[in-house]
């Protein structure tokens, strides 16, 4: 059996563009070179057929270690809390006020791109805390 090499995190969402350069910033991505053929990712986007027009966009890791992310516009809202997260590791190692610090700083500089803050989860002694918060188009997401 082949093993798996690389993996892709799919959004679903209402603006992929928009949607995808939040997560440029928030996690340091950069958008790929448009495909052979194109200058820009806006001449292939007008290449498409008028239906297909702004339906997808994607960002990859520039050191390529993390999953390239794509989003796909979607016609339906979302309505309930995501079965799958991605957990931004913000405080790995950190502990206490130290962790909270990192935490609240990261959360701030997210909120200004247009994230929400949902809710904080202090340590319980098993987990330490993390911060809740959901993306520009509401996906919930851990500050971990």
């Known amino acids: 059996m082949a093993s798996v090499k690389q993996i892709q995190v799919t959004f679903d969402c ?7 350069r939040f997560w440029c910033e928030a996690l340091g991505y950069v958008v790929p070179p448009p495909p052979e053929g194109f200058a820009t990712w806006d001449d292939f986007d007008r290449a498409l057929p008028p239906e297909r027009q702004g339906s997808a966009f994607a960002c990859i890791d520039p050191s390529g270690v993390g999953p390239r992310l794509f ?3 979607v016609p339906e809202g979302k309505v309930v809390k995501n079965r799958l997260h991605l957990d931004v ?6 502990v206490g006020e130290e962790r909270l610090a990192a935490l609240e700083a990261e959360c701030a500089r997210l909120v200004a791109l247009g994230a929400v803050r949902v809710r904080l989860l202090l340590a319980d002694g098993y987990d330490e805390s993390c911060l809740v918060m959901q993306d520009i188009e509401g996906n919930e997401f851990c500050l971990d």
């Open 14 to 20: 209402a603006e992929p563009e928009r949607v995808a």
């Open 89 to 94: 590791r913000v405080g790995t190692g950190l």
């Open 71 to 73: 989003f796909q516009r």
